[in-house]
């Protein structure tokens, strides 16, 4: 093998959301034997960008690097592409070639459906028609990321019979949870499914947990339903897989980073903006 894949999560306050990405790193080396997959993290681990990238290039002169986040806001656009450059300075010999963010695509929603028939089938009165879909994202200052979550809210509007599939988010932009629920109760709901947008767990979908024992508190007639985040769905390692497969062949001079076009980085390279908590 002529490449490594460096896997990058986001981290997690919630010492289990890392120990999850470890082990669905760990059972994706289990499908690839042969390849060779290390994980670094963005905030709140031990081995962060830096070292993640310092370390990938000891053990291979091609490195792939894979952002296992779901929606293209500061973190892939912005942050990991800084300290990719670094890299690329510190070890001028090794290719370092970034791959595509995991995004709203088929996959993503072939998970959401199946996410909303479980918790359909946990309904007391499992009907379409009066049953209320929040999709449930972390939110962004990125209008690109929120509209990808819009996106996918449409799709699944279009594969479902459900007459109402809202969105909200958990922070930094709005609407929020509770105004979307609100808004479908007034609508006529007597059944809300809430479907979590987030690949493993955390500080939020903890946070979620209990908006949501404070929302059947608050709405005793309706019947509510939660979902589960994505996590090890058979459509993440997938997306993963069509990823490096694309640029295990590829020559880094020849592929576009997915920020190195983006109006959001470079309005704020202008501006002498970085990435900043």
Known sequence: MDFSILLVGHGSRAGQGNVEINAFAELWRSQHPEWHIDVCFIEFADILLDAGFDLAAKKSQKVIVVPLILNAAGHVKMEIPEHLAKARERHPSVEFI????????SGILSIMQRSLQKVMAGLASPDPKNTGVIIL???SSD????GEVAKMSR????ETAH???DIAFTGITFPRLETAVQRQVKLGMTQICILPYYLFTGT????????FERLQQQYPRISFGLGHYFGFEPEIFTILDERVLALVGAQASTQMMECDGCEYRQIAQEHGHGHQH
Do not use: C, F, P, S
């Open 98 to 105: 970034y791959a595509t963010h995991i995004g709203a695509n």
């Open 137 to 139: 994202g972390r939110g």
């Open 143 to 146: 209008r690109i990321a929120n």
């Open 155 to 158: 799709w699944l509007w279009e």
């Open 163 to 165: 007459e109402l599939v």
């Open 204 to 211: 939020l979908i903890e946070r979620i947990d209990k908006q």
